[in-house]
């Protein structure tokens, strides 16, 4: 499996981008697809997850994106989205997606795109 992650770039707080990542494989329906990002000098933290159960999609975010940021994914495509609406600097980081899947458990990770918001 390899995630190809693209949409970050640079823009000024208040601002909006919208990542996209595209997998490869078959399993991409049937896995738990996450955004995580990493600021410098600081952990990896995970923005948001959404998962398909059925015909319903589950989606979760951290509380500090919670109401600016929607996750979504089209299984047609493979391709998980990212909505960044009302950027704030602090949301400055290199956004990783991720792959989880559910038959297997086996992980997968992209090799990131930077988000840069201005102050």
């Known amino acids: 499996v390899q995630l190809q992650a693209c949409g970050g770039g640079l823009v000024p707080a208040g601002g909006s981008l919208r990542l996209s990542c595209a997998a490869s494989?078959?399993?991409?329906?049937?896995?738990?697809m996450s955004w995580y990002r990493q600021a410098p000098g600081k952990q990896r933290e995970l923005v948001a997850r959404?998962?398909?159960?059925?015909?319903?999609?589950?989606?979760d975010y951290a509380a500090s994106v919670k109401g600016r940021f929607t996750i979504s994914r089209d299984n047609g495509k493979n391709t998980v989205y990212l909505q960044m609406n009302s950027l704030k600097p602090e949301d400055t980081a290199v956004y990783y997606c991720?792959?989880?899947?559910?038959?297997?458990?086996?992980?997968?990770w992209g090799q990131g795109t930077l988000v840069t918001v201005s102050s």
């Open positions: 959404i998962r398909s159960r059925g015909s319903t999609d589950y989606a």
């Open positions: 991720n792959q989880r899947e559910i038959s297997t458990s086996s992980v997968y």
């Open positions: 494989g078959s399993a991409f329906s049937t896995s738990d």
